[in-house]
């Protein structure tokens, strides 16, 4: 069972920029292609970006494209979200996931297993 923990959310102004990191506990972790997502209030899960476990493939939302970017350090089981140029649309819970496969999906569906999740909060 492999547990995913985000950290780096907070409150931040419009143009701002947050870095979020997701540790996971397993060893294995390279062999994992990993996501983020994020879910505002009242509104469906949305996929920003997407890393495949090669390090070579990413997939990137276009709401988020150029401004967010997805990276992971084998070495210590981490993978981080970038966030640069933040709007207050960008606000939302933002949660990392993983699954042991090949290629950067954007489906929830191949990711089975999920971190609790991170508040970020973009003011204008």
């Known amino acids: 069972q492999v547990q995913l923990v985000e950290s780096g959310g907070g409150l931040v102004q419009a143009g701002g920029s947050l870095r979020l990191s997701c540790a996971a506990s397993?060893?294995?972790?390279?062999?994992?292609?990993v996501a983020w997502f994020r879910q505002a209030p009242g509104k469906e899960r949305e996929f920003v970006t997407a890393?495949?476990?090669?390090?070579?493939?990413?997939d990137t939302a276009e709401s988020v494209k150029g401004r967010f970017t997805i990276s992971r350090d084998n070495g210590k089981n981490t993978v981080y979200l970038q966030m640069n140029s933040l709007k207050p649309e960008d606000t939302a819970a933002y949660s990392c996931?993983?699954?042991?496969?090949?290629?950067?999906?954007?489906?929830?569906?191949?990711?089975?297993?999920w971190g609790q999740g991170t508040q970020v909060t973009v003011s204008s």
């Open positions: 996931a993983a699954a042991r496969m090949g290629g950067a999906s954007r489906s929830t569906r191949d990711y089975n297993y």
């Open positions: 397993e060893r294995t972790f390279n062999l994992y292609s």
């Open positions: 890393l495949d476990w090669t390090g070579g493939t990413t």
